[in-house]
């Protein structure tokens, strides 16, 4: 019997929510403590996932999850281009 291949899922920090990897933005905080977007998924740091809701991107800014979640401050570009990702895509 093939196995089926399991997918990896990862927790929305503004709704709480486990969902596909994929289906999901990471952004990351590597060593020199430089905030960005990760379109490859795999950048070498500590990441943060956010799903692609609406209600998420806006709770993003207006809570400061990504300062939470990497324990410092984060420049106000690394959240408008999360905005430009989802919102104006659309």
Known sequence: MPKTKKLPLRM???CRQ???KRDMLRVVK???GKVFIDF???AAGRGAYICDSEECVKKLRKYKLLN????CEV??????A???EYLESK
């Open 30 to 32: 590597n060593a020199e």
């Open 40 to 42: 490859s998924f795999k």
């Open 82 to 84: 999360v905005e430009v």
């Open 12 to 14: 929305c920090i503004a």
């Open 18 to 20: 486990l969902k596909e």
């Open 75 to 80: 420049e106000d570009e690394v959240y408008r």
């Open 68 to 71: 939470k979640a990497f324990s």
